[in-house]
């Protein structure tokens, strides 16, 4: 018996012909082998203008171009190569140090290897993306080559070798060919080819094949400005050097359970798989919201929250009873506790320190006094990270931590960066430049968090600027809430009208333009906004009509007839989202052009915009309701002051005054009906910086007043949000954008229910919102009439937030919108800085037959993409917004000491929280604040009171009006500035 | 079916053929001995997108080719087993997991199911439901789910398992009765199987290795020296092979071919599994890796022998006399008379069962250690798995 084996070789092909074998594990739980054939192929270019040979086979396109060649013919040299040099950077280069290549002094002319391309994929999407939005950059230079698919460099796996080592090898070999490669281009100065990395192994492997290679550092060093570069590239480097240096101690945290094990206890619900939240009060607890249980997980104590972020997508265990606690009900902040840590002696054996520790336990022991009477809470403890959500952050250095050498020389030094958001813990980081770097907003990333170190560790990206100037702050608010601030790109400005600010509305009414829209430039149409609004989105009209009804009109800023589906404007706006007000600044959705001009509905001039036109009786009751697009001439644009006065002024009787009246009257009528129907009037501290008009410093705080003519805005806004939702819903059931407010869960309340009937004998009924809108409306304090607001602004935090989405995804009862209690709702008034606007034209225009349908706004899928985004837009505005004002109210307080009423929101066993309505601040004033020594204290937790003795006698209650001096004050080992609270006295 | 073909040989030729086969030593028409085998080619990895594959050409022209293809599955829960396990094994101990997975007190956890292996036979030109289909694949799973060792391979943990899908095509006409054919390239096919590498650990849902090339074999090739190999040990045991042995006379002959098989006295399909044999000293003195021998089934294939050839009056025909009862017989008492007749030079079918001294002698011939089963097993060991 023989047998033989049919050979491949007989294969004429076979050379050219590879395949590619790996197993795919489905989300199913399915797993495939999978195998790629791979043809190779030699007219792949190598894409540098040196190459003539690559340039006369390089693939050419339907037209028969060339993609033109990316690589320069003088590439800059450094110090080792003078005669100039590509990069050729490995996956791992990637991984550590994108920032680098994002440098715009050096890093350019990189190839970047399909195979690590591939990797970085697998390994880091939002590096992919970041290296991928690189290779399109034309100043940078970058080069995908495509190795794997090109004969001479693809490599096939050998026997018994790692997919890493054969990638290594694969890298190597392309390095090998473009030297090669370059060589015979006969060129006078023929670049060096150096591989970046920093895998030692590959490295020397790399030196024994006799091609340029350098580890990141060595690189740098070369570059001439090496040293603040070298600061970039992250820790990770060094670490086998690190670990060898340091002395095997035990792990500071527990092991991540593995990825299976995980799932396995989710599916099988042991386990519970979250967003990790730490509290911003007490940077040692967070919480989980886990679908499993209605309220959420308590995780306490580092051990537990084991090298969590917030943000992280976690998987926690619960703890057994015994262990469960109470919310901590201490204020405990981590540069307060850990402030003298030194951030070189790491490895002082356990993860808790001493004084953690002795926080912990008095917390332990108030919750074992009390366990008897208020039930603990259910805790748990992070046994895994799913997937990591960090990002960048903003931060400075904790000058504490830098020791007295580092100030000055260049040596390298550990320091502490505590970032801006209070819920990240300090990042360590390694850096040279830290003399300079003190007293700046830097921007940091967190590169790894060992089981072996207490704080993560990461590497510097770049520095804002100094701490407290605008242009620091501005860019450190707009980067802490990802808001795309930089200028729109060539390609979205292509997307504008040719004629600039000369663009007209065509005189013509048989040009294209004209196309079944209304002409309404006789109505009396004007704009009521803020002072200073430029981008008007809106105007209205009302006029009287034979039958005794009134015909409304809003006009919406036809946005959607500037910015079409599909190009590039339009994906620049739907990723911004939302154009993000600062108190000094505007970053725009749209460019300026459209939305402060040819968009906005300006007075005075003929503008294209979207009708809705009801006919109301008299008690605003909708008779009929319709929808078209039209040319509009507004006849003025009032300020909400200029509006007041006119409606007040009883001189004034021409037809715009009187038509104004007559919304007004109609507005009331629709907000009783609102009210009626349950809608919520919920309340937030809101207060407004007044600028001096040439330097823009903030020179004063007012609280934003309420004016009649704002709430007559409002109404028609809403009628038109909700009439236009009803027409979209009808027209596309499964596919229109909406927005809907989820009811609050009951238990969202208990707290504060609790603390009303505790501290005033309220009842706050929650069953639904009309129920909550009445036992708000009856929790008054006749001898306070900020309660109100107080209760209001404290229930408003109960509240879930409002969110857009695709109708198709929820069930009708689900739409409802349980601040404003109507049963769908959508946005559309808005469209030149919202998206979701825009989106809501698109669609009403095809509904009424304006146009045809749009693939994008008619696909679930992308719409519901398109929401998810906006959403995470919207509420990174409202906070950058708020982040914003909080800064400026802090600098217009600056040096300025007053003294203003102030109300307890919350009360700790070491402190309590004083909101200031008149700057709309609330601030923590601890015990120590309170006095000198710090006086000793008892807290009644079920009377929220805090009764102090020794020192200073007060006793402090939740709600209780009291007299705070107001200061600023910078903290000198933070650098920060904040508003500090005195107690002057209680009321 | 092929068993039942009808060769186009004369009752002379047939004759012939049987007095040659039953010397001693038989002639074989292509002057094979007894137990030698037709070469045969063969090829494994053919199907990149299977698991594993093989291809086997016998010299006669007849050709097979079988993938195999593995897919996770869940399993299903038995009255009687324990449930509750996952919490133990999840959130217990490390150590508690070792011992559940590993052999506890000598105990292997491992439980297989027959339905976790799917055979299909197809052979060209007839139905998939046609017996002699649907025999050929019986036999086949048969003898590869007989002693329970085979399934407990597919164990992944208590809560999943393999299912192993055994596609079986003979692509080229049935010119012979394919059963050692398709059998050879059964086994072929599942030593070239490998499964993805397990990364999970206890009654996790399993996750495996993306890398293809770590992916283990089914039937593992090297036996690590020094490793205890026991019966029971899954990586000393084969996949088992179904050999086609027949008797003329006193006669055992291997590999019969087409013609052969139409003289057979008897043909028995012989399932066997070669177990590496745990014995060092049996090793040495044999000086290659000795192997036990396991006899997993033995079926008795009908040979065309035992068929009436075309062309026989249904006078001259027992079957058919037989059918008709015995009032037939008692009418045509001469016609009993010329069946008995035996004409030297004439083939007639034989009659009777085997003789059970032949029977014993073929087992223990296919038993034979270093013997024919032996030979084969080493042959496609040879076969390198690309």
Redesign the interface.
Known sequence: ??????SLDSDPFAANIS?K?????TKS???Q?I?REVYLRQDIPCSSRLCQRCLSTAPRDAAGRATPFVLSETPAGTSVFPQGHYLVPDTNAFLTSMDLFEQSSAFYDVIVLQVVLEELRNRSLPLYNRLIGLTKSEDKRFYVFFNEFRLETHVA?REG???NDRNDRAVREAVAWYSQHLARTGAKKVPAVVMLSNDRDNLRKAKQEGIHACSLSEYVRQLKDGDTLLDMIPETEDQETIIKEKRPGDPLYPEYF????M???V??G??HQGIFNVSPYNYLEGSIRVPGFPKPLLILGRENINRAIDGDLVVV?VLPKDQWKEPSTQVIEEDTITKNENPDAEETGDSVSEKERKALQEEVRRTHSKMTERHAQPTAKVVGVVKRNWRQYVGHIDQSSVSQSAQQGRKQDTVFVIPMDRKIPKIRLRTRQVAELIGKRILVTIDAWDRSSRHPIGHFVRSLGELETKAAETEALLLEYDVQYRPFPKTVLNCLPKEGHDWRVPESTDDPGWRDREDLRDLLICSIDPIGCQDIDDALHSRPLPNGNIEVGVHIADVSHFVKPNTAMDAEASIRGTTVYLVDKRIDMLPMLLGTDLCSLKPYVERYAFSVLWELTPDADVVNVRFTKSVIKSREAFSYEQAQLRVDDHSQQDDLTKSIRTLLALSRKLKQKRLDAGALSLSSPEVKVQMESETSDPIDVKTKELLDTMSLVEEFMLLANISVARKIYEAFPQTAILRRHGAPPKTNFDELTNQLRVKRGLDLSVESSRALADSLDACVDPNEPFFNTLVRIMATRCMMAAEYFCSGTQAYPEFRHYGLASEIYTHFTSPIRRYADLVAHRQLAAAIGYEAVDPSVRSRGRLEAVCRNINVRHRNAQLAGRASIAYYVGQALRGKATEEDGFVLKVFSNGFVVLVPRFGIESLIRLRDLADPEPAATYDAETYTLTTSGSREVTVELFQKVRVRVTDQKDETTGKRGVKMELVSVY | MASSQHVLLSPAELAYLHASLSLTPPIRPDGRTPTQFRPLAAETGILPGANGSARICFADGTEAIVGVKAEVERTAQRAGEETIFTEGNLLGDEDEDVEDGEAKEGEDKRRGYSSWVEMTVEIPGLRDDDSGTAFLAAMLSEALLADGEFVKRLWINRRFHWKLYIDIILISPPLSYPLPLLSLTTHLALLSTRLPRLKSEGDEDPFFDDDWAAAPYLFPRTITAGAKSTAADPTASRPPITLLVMAVGNNIIFDPSKEELAVADVALAVSVTGTTSHAEDTVQAEGKVGRDLRLLSIRTIDPPSRLTPPGVANAANAAYGTANGAAAQQKMPEARTAETEVVEGVWRAPRGGAKRIVLGALVQKVLERGGVVDEVLDALEGVDLG
């Open positions: 018996m023989a047998s033989l084996k049919r395949s074998v790996y197993v795919r594990s739980g399915k797993v082998k195998v796996r070798e790692s997919v593995s990825m299976s094990r799932m396995t206890g599916k099988n042991l386990l265990e």
